[in-house]
T-cell receptor, first 118, second 111 residues
Framework: SAVISQKPSRDICQRGTSLTIQCQVD?????MFWYRQQPGQSLTLIAT?????????ESGFVIDKFPISRPNLTFSTLTVSNMSPEDSSIYLC???????????????FGPGTRLTVL | RKEVEQDPGPFNVPEGATVAFNCTYS??????FFWYRQDCRKEPKLLMS???SGNEDGRFTAQLNRASQYISLLIRDSKLSDSATYLC????????????FGAGTRLFVKA
């Protein structure tokens, strides 16, 4: 299984500012995903980050608010821009398992970034 | 209608009990099916994949009914350590690969 790290693990930010979250994987992966999990809620997919192309955003999420970078096959960043208290959430990156593994199509998650916006 | 719906929970059961969770999905093009476990303040981790033939892993049994678009998870002989949130997930390939999660069902196993 992939080992995924995220930085920062948590942050408290003022409204109107931006925060960039980093996700590092210990192996090369084709697809990386960014999810949001608000308190007591399930995971909501924000976007899919593919190396060498623009991220694909889900309905309700736009690039201006959540710009994503994917400079190589082991790293991605998600920026939460012009934050408001409604952006307070846990943000998780994930990768899919290797296609030839027993559990292909499953997701491995990073530990998450807990964001509080005041 | 949500794409993936689960029992609302929470489920409060004594140790040793058998508990069943249900999940329905709306997109008939869904390809793969999973149960994840999420402990408090932790990331989700794969519990088991779900196959049409049904599959078992120790005390855990998962079933898939494609015709009814229904997935289930059965936990036998519940342990205190089974207390967690159980997330149903389906993978779709329409317009790109993505995994959709249910809202999760909270399980409390008490002594």
């Amino acid at each position: 299984s992939a080992v995924i790290s995220q930085k920062p693990s948590r942050d408290i930010c003022q409204r109107g500012t931006s925060l960039t979250i980093q996700c590092q994987v210990d192996s090369q992966v084709t697809m990386m995903f960014w999810y949001r999990q608000q308190p007591g809620q399930s995971l909501t997919l924000i976007a899919t980050a593919n190396q060498g192309s623009e991220a694909t955003y889900e309905s309700g999420f736009v690039i201006d608010k959540f710009p994503i970078s994917r400079p190589n096959l082991t790293f991605s960043t998600l920026t939460v821009s012009n934050m408001s208290p409604e952006d307070s959430s846990i943000y998780l990156c994930s990768v899919d398992a290797l296609a030839d593994s027993e559990n292909s199509d499953t997701q491995y998650f990073g530990p998450g970034t807990r964001l509080t916006v005041l | 209608r949500k794409e993936v719906e689960q029992d609302p929970g929470p489920f409060n059961v004594p140790e040793g009990a058998t508990v069943a969770f249900n999940c329905t999905y709306s997109n008939s093009a869904s390809q793969s099916f999973f149960w994840y476990r999420q402990d408090c303040r932790k990331e989700p981790k794969l519990l088991m994949s779900v196959y049409s033939s049904g599959n078992e892993d120790g005390r855990f049994t998962a079933q898939l009914n494609r015709a009814s678009q229904y997935i289930s998870l059965l936990i036998r002989d519940s342990k205190l350590s089974d207390s967690a949130t159980y997330l149903c997930a389906v993978t779709q390939y329409t317009g790109g690969f993505k995994t959709i999660f249910g809202a999760g069902t909270r399980l409390f196993v008490k002594a």
